[in-house]
Every structure is written in structure tokens, then in C-alpha cells.
T-cell receptor, first 114, second 114 residues
Framework: SAVISQKPSRDICQRGTSLTIQCQVD?????MFWYRQQPGQSLTLIAT?????????ESGFVIDKFPISRPNLTFSTLTVSNMSPEDSSIYLC???????????FGQGTRLTVV | DAKTTQPPSMDCAEGRAANLPCNHS???????VYWYRQIHSQGPQYIIH???NNETNEMASLIITEDRKSSTLILPHATLRDTAVYYC???????????????FGKGTLLTVNP
């Protein structure tokens, strides 16, 4: 299994500002993902964080709004830029295990934009 | 992407078996079925996965029909702590090689009653 630490666990931010969320894994992993879970909704995949190259974004998500870094095989960041109240969600980091057979999730970052 | 259909909610009595159905009629031959659950305010937790054969682990059993168009997750002796949203997911390829991603549907809210 993989242990995932996300920081911060929660934050309240002013609209128009940006927040960077960190995801640290206790082992090297090939695939890292970022999800968003809006209140009362299921998880939506934002992007796949690729080590050494640009992230691969899902439909409806763009790099200018959600820039992602992946400097090595154990760490990634997601920035939520120019925030609005609609960005209030839980943001989750996920990694694929060594054999690509199961995904592990962090506990999420609960973001409230006021 | 292969879609899944699940009932929005189910109830189960404590100590009884919980049988959660999932339809995935557009699944491709090499796509796996995964089950995750999310207990309130926590990140999703892996339960089990399978391709063709029935699978069992310490948490649950997975029954996949012969035509692979549907599956059932069985929690043999449900407890109050099994109350959660259960997600049935078809794992699809993401890019080349052995990369995959998980796309979550709406899931089933299982409520285990005393």
C-alpha cells in the first residue's frame, strides 16, 4: 500500500487568490492523479500528474486554472488559481500502486472560497 | 469510457449480507471492474477488483456475470461501519503502456441499520 499525505487538510480562502495543495507519497509511484469532489457529489478526475512532463487534463479542466507540478516520483502539487466560490470542494490526490492494480487516496483538502 | 450504473441508495440490516449491483454493459474485454467505498469525510478506500472470475478477499466478494455486463459486490456480514457510498468503476487505459485511470460514477449509498 501507499501512504499519502496532503497539505493543507483544509483552508478558507478569499476569492481571487490561489492555493497550492501538496501531495507527498511514502514510496515512488508512476501515476499520480488529482480529483475534485464538490459538495454532495462524486469524484471528478481533474488531471494525471506526469513526472517530467506536463499534466494530462480531463475535459473541462485547463492548466491555467489548475496548474500541476510533478518534480519527482513521490511528490506533486495542484494549484487552484484565481479562486471563486464555485471552487469550494474537496481536492484529493491519488496514486496507483506499484503493480498498477489499485489506487490509493489521500484524505483530501477541504477548500472553502469566500 | 465504459459507464457504470448503480442504484442511488440501499439499506441493509446489520449482520446480514449486503449485495450491491452494478451494470457496465459497455465494458471492453480487457477492462477491470473495481469497487471503492467512501466513508463520510474520508478519501475513497479500495475494496476489490476483478476481470472475469469471481474474487474474494477479507473485505468482500465480487461476482461478475459471464457476459461481464454486470457485477455484484457482496459484504457478507454488514456492520454499522460499512455505511458508506460504494463506487463501481471500470478501469480504463490512460495514454499508452500500462497506464490507467479511474472514473467515478455517482455510487450507491449503503446504509446499514441496527
Amino acid at each position: 500500500s501507499a501512504v499519502i499525505s496532503q497539505k493543507p487538510s483544509r483552508d478558507i480562502c478569499q476569492r481571487g487568490t490561489s492555493l497550492t495543495i501538496q501531495c507527498q507519497v511514502d514510496s515512488q509511484v508512476t501515476m499520480m492523479f488529482w480529483y475534485r469532489q464538490q459538495p454532495g457529489q462524486s469524484l471528478t478526475l481533474i488531471a494525471t500528474a506526469n513526472q517530467g512532463s506536463e499534466a494530462t487534463y480531463e475535459s473541462g479542466f485547463v492548466i491555467d486554472k489548475f496548474p500541476i507540478s510533478r518534480p519527482n516520483l513521490t511528490f506533486s502539487t495542484l494549484t487552484v488559481s484565481n479562486m471563486s466560490p464555485e471552487d469550494s470542494s474537496i481536492y484529493l490526490c491519488s496514486v496507483m500502486g506499484r503493480m498498477n492494480t489499485e489506487a490509493f487516496f489521500g484524505q483530501g483538502t477541504r477548500l472553502t472560497v469566500v | 469510457d465504459a459507464k457504470t450504473t448503480q442504484p442511488p441508495s440501499m439499506d441493509c440490516a446489520e449482520g446480514r449480507a449486503a449485495n450491491l449491483p452494478c451494470n457496465h454493459s459497455t465494458i471492453s474485454g480487457n477492462e477491470y471492474v473495481y469497487w471503492y467505498r467512501q466513508i463520510h469525510s474520508q478519501g475513497p478506500q479500495y475494496i476489490i477488483h476483478g476481470l472475469k472470475n469471481n474474487e474474494t478477499n477479507e473485505m468482500a466478494s465480487l461476482i461478475i456475470t459471464e457476459d461481464r455486463k454486470s457485477s455484484t459486490l457482496i459484504l457478507p456480514h454488514a456492520t454499522l461501519r460499512d455505511t458508506a457510498v460504494y463506487y463501481c468503476i471500470v478501469r480504463v487505459a490512460a495514454g499508452g503502456g500500462s497506464n490507467y485511470k479511474l472514473t467515478f460514477g455517482k455510487g450507491t449509498l449503503l446504509t446499514v441499520n441496527p
